[in-house]
């Protein structure tokens, strides 16, 4: 990147950070209440860690025969647990209140 880029780069995200919020017109910005919809990674991919993990061979063997991209499809089951787990924690923590 040039150095001449760089200092502009500079230069809009100083005045970006120094605008309050008060100041950005977001007439033409409906506001989102429902994200119901919304699509995981559509913007944004999580960044990929790659490890040595023991699955039972059964699993790995239906994953392998059952999806094309096996590993997709298993990081798709592990978040889905995650995100179930997470969801039942939030209504459990809730009903405490």
Known sequence: MS???SR???NDLA???ATSDEDINTDDIPEVFDWSDAVRGKFYRPIK???TLRIDADLLAWF???E???QTAINAALREHVDRQRQAR???AASKR
């Open 3 to 5: 150095e001449e880029r």
């Open 8 to 10: 502009r780069i500079a």
């Open 15 to 17: 005045r970006a950070i």
């Open 49 to 51: 860690e790659q490890v």
């Open 64 to 66: 392998r025969q059952n």
């Open 68 to 70: 094309d991209k096996y």
């Open 90 to 92: 939030r209504e459990l």
